[in-house]
T-cell receptor
Framework: QKEVEQDPGPLSVPEGAIVSLNCTYS??????FMWYRQYSRKGPELLMY????GNKEDGRFTAQVDKSSKYISLFIRDSQPSDSATYLC???????????FGQGTELSVKP | DTGVSQDPRHKITKRGQNVTFRCDPISEHNRLYWYRQTLGQGPEFLTY????????KSRLLSDRFSAERPKGSFSTLEIQRTEQGDSAMYLC??????????????FGEGSRLTVL
């Protein structure tokens, strides 16, 4: 079993839709949970991070972590064509340690 | 531009040749990471440095791979006797060791390797 599993998609939605991206993980030692966004031919960039369980909101983006079920979610409200990218979940045991990335979900938002 | 810089951006080589990639991290960042990413996959961890010390290496890093960060600044990743399976994007990232949150990795745009 992979440490981090993510539905690879691709996922195509119309502009304005609510998008739900999900990951599961197996290592209960993970404490930090990050979402990276990667545009085509670019390196990943940090979108959001959360510590332990709970929700975190940043504009149109909401990250949720449920440690009891080892489930991570990213919600995008009012999706825009500029959100079209690959979204990577990346949990970590502690700050400064290596990140284990999921496979990435390719999202396309159609105008 | 003060981001992570990688060179070359694209390298095409024949099987059996050696290749070297260079990474210049953000200047105040102590940690430097190398990842490999193949098409349709997330980045896979290869190795990381804190200053000049290589602290962890993945099992993916076979004997043909070697990484150095001699003065704690730039780093090189060398692949000897390249194989077609080495074709991938090699990503470098750096992160600070102080500040409110030190877990964020700042990635470069990657060096794409094509082995013919």
């Amino acid at each position: 079993q992979k440490e981090v599993e993510q539905d690879p998609g691709p996922l195509s939605v119309p502009e304005g839709a609510i998008v739900s991206l999900n990951c599961t993980y197996s290592n209960s030692a993970f404490q930090y949970f990050m979402w990276y966004r990667q545009y085509s031919r670019k390196g990943p960039e940090l979108l959001m991070y959360t510590y332990s369980s709970g929700n975190k909101e940043d504009g149109r983006f909401t990250a949720q972590v449920d440690k009891s079920s080892k489930y991570i979610s990213l919600f995008i409200r009012d999706s825009q064509p500029s959100d079209s990218a690959t979204y990577l979940c990346a949990p970590s045991r502690n700050q400064g340690r290596k990140l284990i990335f999921g496979q990435g979900t390719e999202l396309s938002v159609k105008p | 531009d003060t981001g992570v810089s990688q060179d070359p951006r694209h390298k095409i080589t024949k099987r059996g040749q050696n290749v070297t990639f260079r990474c210049d991290p953000i200047s105040e960042h102590n940690r430097l990471y190398w990842y490999r990413q193949t098409l349709g996959q997330g980045p896979e961890f290869l190795t990381y440095f804190q200053n000049e010390a290589q602290l962890e290496k993945s099992r993916l890093l076979s004997d043909r791979f070697s990484a150095e960060r001699p003065k704690g600044s730039f780093s090189t990743l060398e692949i000897q006797r390249t194989e077609q399976g080495d074709s991938a994007m090699y990503l470098c990232a750096s992160s600070p060791t102080s500040g409110r949150y030190t877990g964020e990795l700042f990635f470069g745009e990657g060096s794409r390797l094509t082995v013919l």
